[in-house]
T-cell receptor
Framework: DAGVIQSPRHEVTEMGQEVTLRCKPI?????LFWYRQTMMRGLELLIYFNNNVPIDDSGMPEDRFSAKMPNASFSTLKIQPSEPRDSAVYFC??????????????FGPGTRLTVL | KNQVEQSPQSLIILEGKNCTLQCNYTVSPFSNLRWYKQDTGRGPVSLTIMTFSENTKSNGRYTATLDADTKQSSLHITASQLSDSASYIC???????????FGSGTQLTVLP
């Protein structure tokens, strides 16, 4: 398996623009997670899905952030409009079962977002 | 407030030496504790996942310990290699286990 796939790997955009990050989880995994990592705040869980359904989005910082999982093999994280403080590395991860389980989460390579 | 604190913040050791990283957690209720290794520019990779009933768990040269009474965990690296240079992150699910509390990480540098 190719592991968790994220695209793009790098994104540079201007403030106010819409940004869409994409993730393909490992085939057969039922849970998908979106994280954000910054130097100041470290790693933060934004939202996670189980069987394509959002289970907990309490980590989503603002209404400007939205995430969807239309099917088991694809998810998007959208920021509209983007702001400079959104600059971070965004990771997608997947696991076989729920976050409550002890299943290993497998992380993608991340998308480095820079908002100018 | 659920917290995970790691120490030291950074550590430099010589290749071949052993080292121990610390993690203190205050999460309730406790579910499990995880150690991740994150290389620069890469996503975190799981090293160990320990439940309440496990005191120690090994993954090659990495050995994690858990003391549920003192709410402490440690990650011991034996015979360090240059490739061990990375950030090591301690993570504990809390509450309904849907919230993951992350430590700020220990940056380990192994020098030749």
């Amino acid at each position: 398996d190719a592991g968790v796939i994220q695209s793009p790997r790098h994104e540079v955009t201007e403030m106010g623009q819409e940004v869409t990050l994409r993730c393909k989880p490992i085939s057969g995994h039922n849970s998908l997670f979106w994280y954000r990592q910054t130097m100041m705040r470290g790693l933060e869980l934004l939202i996670y899905f189980n069987n394509n359904v959002p289970i907990d989005d309490s980590g989503m910082p603002e209404d400007r952030f939205s995430a969807k999982m239309p099917n088991a093999s694809f998810s998007t994280l959208k920021i509209q409009p983007s702001e400079p403080r959104d600059s971070a590395v965004y990771f997608c991860a997947s696991s076989l079962r729920l976050a409550e389980s002890t299943d290993t989460q497998y992380f993608g390579p991340g998308t480095r977002l820079t908002v100018l | 407030k659920n917290q995970v604190e790691q120490s030291p913040q950074s550590l430099i050791i010589l290749e071949g030496k052993n080292c121990t990283l610390q993690c203190n957690y205050t999460v309730s209720p406790f579910s499990n504790l995880r150690w991740y290794k994150q290389d620069t520019g890469r996503g975190p990779v799981s090293l160990t996942i320990m439940t309440f009933s496990e005191n120690t768990k090994s993954n090659g040269r990495y050995t994690a310990t858990l003391d549920a009474d003192t709410k402490q965990s440690s990650l011991h690296i034996t015979a360090s290699q240059l490739s061990d240079s990375a950030s090591y992150i301690c993570v504990a699910p809390s509450g309904s286990a849907r919230q993951l509390t992350f430590g700020s990480g220990t940056q380990l540098t192994v020098l030749p």
